[in-house]
């Protein structure tokens, strides 16, 4: 097996990147993310910002402020279904955007709103590129829903080039789409469920056309539903940057930036059990649960926000259907038309006032945990708080000094001909921290395949009209089992990286590159103690950078990543005959990959590959392993030691 196979599963499984930490003990009392203005050198009027959604106020200081990278080339013929909507014209009419780029709402008043239908494209400047899929008039603001196109579609015929340098201070956070989730079983093999929300991809397959009859809760079109929320745990900007919970963790991530120079910083712990005591308590004396009980209450309101905008396009839907049969009635049952046309009138009306509860329910939500937020609900760092329970915590920290990009796009003839993405000249140091500790009797475990942290960095560089952004994202991995009563594990290591990894693909082959190379790993502290015998496996993907498209809810296409790996294993500390073996080992990967949940290029990288799986790499390169085996006699090796 090669060894690219042989990673292959742990690399699916820690799909973006850990990223946190200062040194044990030397707790920093700033918060990066904490700003009131854009960082210093930035050129974009939301940069330091966090998004999880946009209104007209953040759309308007977006596209005032965006600037566009000059491409080498560009010639394109868009689509004639394509409806453009320009600068101009979306900072007079674009009020506001949903957390994943898919819900969009105009003022009714500007021409080019009345252009919009299902199944056409909109290709709003700078901001995205989307198929409607359904449009509610409601008087004054018309609402659009919208679903993933390809760019091939949209841009059949394209002849794209460019290549900047990511200004790191224009940076702002975003939400990642929902994660797709595995089809139910189903009786019918006819019938395929997608998730509810995805993005505009570099793909060649049409996108499946409204049809007659189809409702934006059927099952072609499904509504949004609570699993959709349930992956982003609980989630929520603050001035300190974003905090949240998800998949059995508490997190904050917090960031510094100038143009040049990227500080990135991930803590996370172990949600709290039952029964703690000590420090534990002093947790929930500040007001860290009160201020997610509201994270919890805006997350629901947001939820029958959405399901309310699906509600409304539908009976909007059903509105034009009756009104055009009265008007083919040419006169024949009036009274019958007009009944049924006041009802559905009637009740669009009642949903949109629904709508509007629940959207200033979000809002009041979103005030009062940042006044909870400023007030110092959050104060106290994630790492530093202690469990006396089973205490699971990591924090990891990246700074990158420079980075430059390269793409390519050309589609003929509505078809993917060629795709490069190349990030290059990076220079950065990475340091990573991990704390497990049990400080009860018996055993403690945690088994977490993969936590989809749901907070992203965006760095636009759209071209010539086309959103497109380098994307920072971050996800982690961790199994862990700790034997006996204070059984402990601790390690630090700190390393620097340069170089850069790339691929070009082309309907003949993908070619990828890397040129990467990293220091030795200066580790500052390792131990590993238990009464029985305790492992860990931690993964951590740093950094991630990703090219995606769409100001808001985007996903990376293609991508290039450091997955680091590190191992921690010790024998019983009570064994009477054998010496305590402690056995540590640290591993880091270069790949370069596309993500085949959005987008299927039908490229030879990703057509060898599994196919369930949620993306694709090719390992470029691997670092010489470092490991450390005390005491190195027979009985502590591992085999291939």
């Keep these: 097996m090669s060894s690219f196979s042989r990673f292959g599963l742990l690399m699916a499984v820690a799909t973006t990147a850990l990223l946190a930490g200062c040194k044990h003990g030397q707790q920093d009392t700033s918060r990066p993310g904490e700003q009131t203005k854009p960082p210093s050198g930035s050129t974009l009027g939301i940069a330091g910002r966090m998004l999880d959604g946009a209104d007209q106020a953040t759309i308007r200081t977006y596209l005032q402020t965006v600037q566009d990278v000059k491409p080498k080339k560009f010639s394109v013929q868009w689509s004639p279904d394509t409806v453009p909507v320009t600068r101009d ?34 290709w709003i400047w700078d901001v995205a590129i989307r198929r409607i899929d359904s449009v509610a008039n409601l008087g004054d603001v018309t609402i659009v829903r919208t679903k993933p196109v390809a760019l091939t579609q949209a841009l059949p015929e394209a002849d794209i080039e460019f290549e900047t340098a990511p200004n790191f201070a224009d940076a702002y ?12 079983p189903q009786k019918s093999s006819e019938f395929i469920r997608r998730p509810s929300f995805r993005l505009a991809a570099l793909n060649t397959d049409e996108p499946e056309q409204p049809k ?30 974003y905090n949240g919970r998800v998949g059995g963790f508490e997190y904050s991530m917090e ?35 009160e201020y997610f009980e509201l994270v919890k209450e805006q997350r629901e309101a947001l939820h029958e926000e959405r399901i309310l905008a699906a509600r409304i396009a539908d009976l909007d839907q059903q509105l034009n259907a009756a009104q055009n049969k009265a008007v083919a009635a040419a006169g024949k049952s009036d009274a019958s038309f007009n009944a049924i046309i006041i009802q559905l009138k009637g009740d669009k009306i009642a949903a949109y006032k629904e709508y509007n509860k629940y ?94 942290v749901p907070v992203v ?24 089992f ?54 860990l496996v931690l993964a951590v993907q740093l950094p991630r950078f990703g090219l995606g498209v769409g100001f808001l809810g985007s996903h990376a296409m293609a991508y290039m990543d450091l997955v680091h790996v590190l191992t921690m294993t010790n024998s019983a500390s009570v064994a009477a005959l054998n010496p305590q073996c402690h056995r540590y080992t640290f591993d880091t990967i270069g790949s370069v990959g596309v993500d085949v949940s959005v987008v299927p290029i039908p490229f030879p990288l990703v057509q060898t590959a599994a196919s369930k799986a949620l993306s694709q790499r090719k390992e470029v390169w691997r670092a010489p392993q470092w490991k450390f085996i005390e005491p190195d006699i027979a009985m502590c090796r591992l085999g291939g030691d």
Excluded: C, W
Aim: no cysteine; hydrophobic share 35%; charged share 25%.
């Design 482 to 535: 700790l034997a006996g009563n204070h059984a402990t594990q601790h390690f630090t290591i700190h390393f620097q990286f340069n170089g850069g990894a790339g691929l070009d693909s082309t309907s003949n082959g993908t070619n990828t590159e890397g040129n990467l190379s990293s220091s030795k790993p200066e580790v500052g502290e390792k131990t590993a103690m238990s009464p029985g015998t305790s492992g």
């Design 359 to 452: 959207k200033d329910e979000a809002a009041a939500d979103e005030a009062k945990m940042k006044k909870l937020a400023a007030a110092g609900a959050l104060a106290k760092k994630v790492f530093y708080i202690i469990s006396d329970n089973l205490d699971v915590r990591f924090r990891s920290k990246v700074d990158l000094d420079r980075s430059a990009f390269s793409g390519s796009i050309h589609t003929a003839g509505g078809s993917l001909t060629q795709f490069a993405a190349h990030f290059k000249d990076m220079k950065g140091n990475v340091e990573l921290e991990f704390v497990g500790r049990l400080g009860q009797g018996g055993n403690g475990a945690v088994s977490v395949p993969v936590v989809n």
């Design 89 to 122: 014209e979306a900072l007079r009419s674009l009020q506001s955007i949903d957390e994943d780029g898919s819900l969009y709402t105009f003022a009714s008043s500007e021409p080019v709103v009345g252009r919009l239908a299902p199944g056409r494209i909109l």
């Design 255 to 289: 960031y510094k930036v100038s143009p040049n120079r990227l500080s990135y910083e991930f803590e996370a712990r172990k949600e709290e059990e039952k029964g703690g005591s000590g420090e534990n308590n002093e947790i929930h004396r500040d007001q860290r649960d």
């Design 457 to 480: 960095m965006n760095i636009p560089v759209p071209v010539e009209g086309i959103p497109l952004v380098v994307q920072f994202a971050t996800n982690f991995m961790v199994k862990l």
């Design 212 to 241: 007659p009859g189809d409702q934006p809760g059927d099952q072609k079109n499904p509504a949004p539903s609570d699993e959709d929320d349930n992956d982003y745990g609980l989630v929520a900007a603050t001035q300190d940057g």
């Design 173 to 184: 956070g975003g939400l990642r789409p929902h994660s797709p989730k595995q089809p139910p």
